[in-house]
């Protein structure tokens, strides 16, 4: 069942949300709850997939060796991370 649109005033409320969600199979296994990282009203979202062991153990998406080639990326094109 999906979250319908307008659920969430902002990412903050929706993390509080999943701080306690267990609707997973993350939840049974997650250190931390990985919601987002950087200005919530960029004008550009790139979404992941699950999160991989260094995002589960900082909370925060991107961190691993891929997104640190993300990162390395969007900043060749002139875009901060």
Known sequence: MSIP???Y???EQLK???L???RCDLA??????VVHRG?????ILIIGEGPGENEDLQ???FVGKSGQLLDKILASVGLDP
């Open 39 to 43: 200005n919530p009203k960029a004008r």
């Open 9 to 11: 005033r902002d990412l």
């Open 16 to 18: 509080q949300h999943c």
């Open 28 to 33: 049974a296994s997650r250190t931390h709850v």
């Open 59 to 61: 909370g925060l998406p």
């Open 20 to 22: 306690v969600c267990q």
């Open 5 to 7: 649109p307008g659920t």
